[in-house]
C-alpha cells in the first residue's frame, strides 16, 4: 500500500494555489514566458493567464512581472512575491509529507 494526498492553498473556498500553479510559475520563469510554459503543460494561454490573474487578485499582490509585445513577443518573470510564495508552498507541502509518511507508518 501507498499513502497519496493533495494540498491546495484557498480564499473564501475558492482554490487558488496548488502543485499545477506552482509548476506553471516554475516553467514561467524558466522559459521566460506565460505563453511557453502553459503550452508546456498543454494549457490554454488564456486558461493560464486566469490562473495567474486570479492568484494575484485574491492575494491583492503581483506574481508575475509581465511584458507586453515587443519583436520577440512580452515576457514574464517572477516577482520576490511569487518566489516567495513558491518557497513557503514547497516548505510546506515537505513539511506535510514529512508528517504524512510519519502517520502513516504508525498507523501501517
Do not use: C
Not at 521566460?32 to 494549457?43: E, F, P, Q, T, V
Not at 490562473?51 to 494575484?56: C, G, K, R, V
Not at 512575491?81 to 514547497?90: A, C, P, V
Amino acid at each position: 500500500m501507498k499513502i497519496h494526498w493533495r494540498i491546495w492553498l484557498t480564499k473564501d473556498e475558492i482554490k487558488i494555489f496548488g502543485k499545477g500553479p506552482r509548476e506553471l510559475l516554475q516553467r514561467t520563469e524558466k522559459m521566460g514566458s506565460l505563453r511557453k510554459a502553459a503550452i508546456s503543460m498543454n494549457m490554454s494561454y488564456s486558461k493560464a493567464w486566469n490562473l495567474i490573474s486570479n492568484l494575484e487578485k485574491a492575494l491583492d499582490t503581483r506574481i508575475l512581472d509581465k511584458t507586453i509585445g515587443g519583436l520577440d513577443g512580452g515576457s514574464s518573470t517572477l516577482t520576490e512575491e511569487g518566489k516567495r510564495l513558491i518557497s513557503k508552498y514547497d516548505e510546506l507541502e515537505k513539511r506535510i509529507e514529512e508528517a504524512v509518511f510519519k502517520i502513516y507508518e504508525e498507523i501501517f
